[in-house]
Each structure stands twice: as structure tokens, then as C-alpha cells.
């Protein structure tokens, strides 16, 4: 089973990256938060990975930190949630909002990830209760994946390339960064960035 990959980052699209190690393309599914953290191809990157094994596919799904590949974990044991699911859960909120949502019986905050309706809010909000505040809350604290250089223009790079319009983008990025500081880390610029528009009506 691959737990871990270290390579190049080929390229980038909509749920999904391509890393190539040593050659090898291998296809990893991703949450928009983890995607937003990767640089630009054609950078290294480092990805730990779970392994699903079905009888017509092996799915790759990839995460930059141990926090949210816990969490996956967790999700995917609760009945009527699949990697798909589970990844559109924490691309809608992080592994501390997570927390946050199950302590509170946050049912409208866990329906707003695409898949995820009221029945499967409720039924997650029951089965995780007791293990949420077990459960790590670390969200990019500590990436696994290269930052480059250039925190503005790299934040906007990605947000563009995971569907964001430049214009609304880059007024989001500008904000983030004039509360956060120059010197802000490029994963915290992104992350606070996708939250504000995650926001926006």
C-alpha cells in the first residue's frame, strides 16, 4: 500500500493532481486545501497518501498534513461517506472547523459540502460526537509540500487554478495578506483566502 509520495508536481485541475515520481504519473485525489497548498508545477512536492483498493480501481488520495488524512480516515468509517465525500468535507472546512461543527451539532455547517444532505449531516454529527475531540485540529500548520516563493502571486496561482475568478481572487489575497503580514507563510495566505471567499455571498 503507498503511505507516501515525494515527487514532481505534473499538473493540477479540479479535485485531483498529478505527481510524477521518478517517471511514474501517479493520479492523487485531494481536498481543495491541500491542492491550494501544493506549488505550482513544475515544483516538488510531498503528499502522504491513503490507499483504497476496490474491485475495479486502486484510488490514490492525498493529503499535506497528518491532520486531515486522520480525519479522512474518521469520516470514511461513518456509513454513506466514500473518498469522495469525505474529501468534499474537508475542502468545506478544515480539520479545527470539523471539531468545532461536531461539538456544536452544526448540521447547516456540515450540509454545506457538496454531497453531504441533512440525513448524513445527522448522521455524522452522531457517530463522530464522541471521538471528535480526540481527533487532531491542526490545518496546514506544518505543510509537507514545497512553498515558492513569491506569496501573492503564487496564492493567486493557485486559487486561479482551482476555479477562482483573478478578479475576485486577487482583492481576497491582497486582504489576507495586509492582515497577516508580509511574511506570512504561502499555505496560511491561501488557506485564510479560501475561507474569505468560501464566505462571500
Known amino acids: 500500500m503507498i503511505a507516501l509520495l515525494t515527487g514532481r508536481v505534473d499538473s493540477l485541475s479540479e ?3 498529478v505527481l510524477d515520481v521518478n517517471g511514474v504519473g501517479y493520479l492523487v485525489h485531494a481536498s481543495t486545501r491541500t491542492l491550494a497548498a501544493l506549488p505550482q508545477p513544475p515544483a516538488a512536492a510531498r503528499m502522504l497518501i491513503e490507499t483504497q483498493v476496490r474491485e475495479d480501481a486502486i484510488i490514490l488520495y492525498g493529503f499535506a498534513e497528518s491532520a ?3 480525519w479522512f480516515r474518521l469520516l470514511t468509517t461513518v456509513q454513506g461517506v466514500g473518498g469522495k465525500v469525505a474529501l468534499s468535507v474537508l475542502s468545506a472546512l478544515s480539520p479545527k472547523d470539523l471539531i468545532g461543527a461536531i461539538a456544536a451539532g452544526d448540521k447547516a455547517g456540515l450540509t454545506r ?27 496546514l500548520a506544518a ?11 503564487d496564492a493567486l ?5 482551482l476555479g477562482y475568478r483573478r478578479q475576485e481572487a486577487q482583492p481576497a489575497i491582497a486582504r489576507v495578506i495586509e492582515q497577516l503580514g508580509d511574511d ?10 479560501l475561507r474569505a471567499l468560501a ?3
Open 199 to 201: 464566505q462571500k455571498p
Open 68 to 70: 486531515e488524512r486522520d
Open 113 to 139: 459540502a457538496p454531497g453531504v444532505g441533512p440525513r448524513l449531516a445527522v448522521r455524522l454529527l452522531t457517530e463522530l460526537r464522541d471521538k471528535a475531540g480526540a481527533m487532531p485540529s491542526s490545518s
Open 143 to 153: 505543510p509537507l509540500v514545497a512553498a515558492p516563493a513569491g506569496t501573492a502571486d
Open 15 to 17: 479535485g485531483v493532481c
Open 157 to 161: 496561482s493557485a486559487l486561479v487554478n
Open 184 to 193: 506570512a507563510s504561502i499555505d496560511a495566505v491561501i488557506r485564510q483566502s
